[in-house]
């Protein structure tokens, strides 16, 4: 069955940048009409969606974070990932991959701590 | 601020039925569908509700939902101890292009 795996680095530097990889495995991150997303959680709050990627790889950011945010795919990689630039303490939270569609499917999530 | 309004916090007895509520505008809920996530401590979310109403399959047909104009209910019936969790509801945005979620309402089973 589908499963997502992130990995990254566990700690950023403010003002770095914080890279992010989504491994699909049991599926192809090409299948079509599928999006994937990235979603995170700081700590002791809530859910916000960051942005999602279609297997074209057309791309859909929180406004908030655009001028900051890409999300890429690698098909032959079969992973899809995730650059935040310009890092601040806010930043600072659980890390989710997330789909396909819907987020039916999501990782186990990744810490990622923003500290000097 | 969360983009869809839920109550912070909701609870019950065993046995009760317990609703909670998700409200939007328009742009999202008025015009799409919404989905709803269960979260237990520690873990990642998982879909409960999909499309309104659907069940994935797994999930107990206590778990139902529910959408009028720009709003949409999670309803948990026959309420377990085992509930309790983070529910969460979330709906695309025409507007926006994006995502919205609620910002999450914690159950607690009394």
């Known amino acids: ?116 | 601020q969360s983009e869809l309004t839920q109550p912070p916090s909701a609870s019950g007895t065993p046995g009760q039925r317990v609703t909670i509520s998700c409200s939007g505008d328009i742009s999202n809920i008025g015009s799409n569908t919404a989905n709803w996530y269960q979260q237990f401590p520690g873990t990642a979310p998982k879909l409960l509700i999909y499309s309104n109403n659907q069940r994935p399959s797994g999930v107990p047909e206590r778990f139902s939902g529910s959408k009028s104009g720009s709003a949409a209910s999670l309803a948990i019936s026959g309420l377990q101890s085992e509930d309790e969790a983070n529910y969460y509801c979330a709906a695309w945005d025409d507007s926006l292009n994006a995502w919205m979620f609620g910002g999450g309402t914690k159950l607690t089973v009394l």
């Not at chain 1, 990995?7 to 914080?18: A, C, N, Q, R």
């Not at chain 1, 495995?25 to 299948?31: I, K, N």
């Not at chain 1, 990627?53 to 900051?68: A, E, H, M, Q, V």
Request: aromatic share 12%; proline share 5%; with cysteine.
């Open chain 1, 1 to 116: 069955q589908l499963q997502l795996q992130e990995s990254g680095p566990g700690l950023v530097k403010p003002s770095e940048t914080l890279s992010l990889t989504c491994s699909v495995s049991g599926g192809s991150v090409s299948s079509h009409s599928f999006y994937w997303g990235w979603i995170r959680q700081p700590p002791g709050k809530g859910l916000e969606w960051i942005g999602s990627i279609y297997y074209t790889g057309r791309t859909y950011y929180k406004p908030s974070l655009k001028s900051r945010l890409n999300i890429s795919v690698d098909t032959s990689k079969n992973h899809f990932s995730l650059r935040l630039t310009s890092v601040t303490a806010a930043d600072t939270a659980i890390y989710y991959c997330a789909g396909p569609g819907i987020f039916d499917i999501w990782g186990q999530g990744t810490m990622v701590t923003v500290s000097s």
